[in-house]
């Protein structure tokens, strides 16, 4: 003979069940650390694209446990709204770029992006796309504009947090964004190595500098 549980009871484990993981994912997302963005765009990208870059970018660097918060857009000037947000780390810039104004940077052909590391022991706060180069990427149809916008702007981001231009030979530090890592990318296996997710962990948990 079969025995079957009440419905009332059922529900009740299951709702039961649901508040715990809600109550869970809500302390895993409290326990990230939190790195704020603010955008200025002056290749005038869409905003879906825009938008998808931002899913991409963020994506990433929650998979090693932090949070982007992303302060508005800068569209050739003009501010767009933020939102309030605590945080020790100092404010970060991502500015895509477009072609004539890449071409005022030293880089070359295979660069998707360049930062400027800070000096004096200050941090580097400047990340910089060229978007014509994610456009040249995206006519392999691997991966969109979008897409490939994300993992640029997080490899620059990158640069900045962990306070150097050195490259790994994998993952998404590699000094170019290729063939085999955009099929990488399409898959969803291109981002930080462990060390590099711990290095940046750190860099945005330590206290602010002095002033």
């Known amino acids: 003979m079969s025995r079957t549980l009440p419905i009332s009871l059922v529900l009740l484990m299951v709702t039961g069940t ?15 650390e939190q790195l704020r963005v603010k955008i200025y765009d002056y290749s005038r990208v869409s905003p879906e694209l ?3 870059a931002k899913r991409v970018a963020g994506s990433i660097f929650r ?26 780390y100092p404010q970060l810039q991502l500015r895509i770029l477009n072609q004539q104004m890449a071409e005022r940077l030293p880089v070359n ?30 006519r392999s ?7 490939i ?17 050195d490259h790994s030979s994998t ?5 170019r964004l290729g063939h085999k890592e955009l099929q990488s990318a399409a898959r969803g296996d291109l ?20 002033t």
């Open 18 to 32: 649901s508040r715990i993981e809600g109550k869970a994912n809500q302390e895993k997302e409290e326990s990230r």
């Open 191 to 210: 981002g930080f190595t462990e060390s590099q997710g711990e290095r940046i962990r750190k860099v945005l948990a330590a206290p602010p500098p002095e």
């Open 109 to 138: 052909k295979h660069m998707t992006g360049l930062t400027f590391q800070g000096t004096g022991g200050e941090v580097g706060r400047v990340a910089n796309i060229f978007y014509h180069r994610v456009e040249e990427l995206a």
């Open 63 to 88: 998979k090693i446990g932090v949070e982007i918060l992303w302060l508005g857009y800068s569209f050739n000037g003009n501010s767009g709204e933020g939102i309030n947000a605590e945080s020790t």
């Open 50 to 52: 825009l938008a998808e």
């Open 149 to 165: 916008l994300g993992y640029a702007a997080a490899h620059e981001l990158g640069h900045l947090l962990l306070g150097n231009l």
């Open 171 to 175: 993952g998404l530090m590699k000094a």
């Open 141 to 147: 149809k691997t991966c969109s504009k979008g897409e």
